[in-house]
């Protein structure tokens, strides 16, 4: 889905440019940068911020519950849904 029409840039564009670490973009104007583009009429930087916010929460929440050794409920209910082999 195109998130800025001004830059043509879509939701995957923006996660593209979102990988861990010390390079990742904390903020929109990072974001477009890491893109090679800068906002123009700037309607899209609440979206990008929200494409943000959640890929970085689904990041946290991902580095918080790697064990599989079913110490809380998300490690259960990821475990019940992976297929057996
Ligand atoms: S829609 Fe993104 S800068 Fe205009």
New binding site residues.
């Given amino acids: 889905m195109i998130?800025?029409?001004?830059?043509v840039?879509s939701d995957g564009d923006v996660k593209a440019c979102l990988r861990p670490g010390p390079e990742c973009p904390r903020t929109p104007a990072q974001v477009?940068r890491c893109l090679g583009?800068?906002?123009?009429?700037?309607?899209?930087?609440r979206?990008?911020r929200s494409i943000m916010d959640k890929a970085l929460a689904d990041a946290a929440s991902e580095a918080l519950h790697v064990c599989n050794k079913g110490c809380c409920p998300i490690a259960l209910e990821r475990a019940a849904a992976e297929p057996t082999l």
């Fill in positions: 998130v800025c029409s001004c830059n840039l477009y583009c800068s906002p123009n009429c700037g309607r899209c930087v979206t990008i």
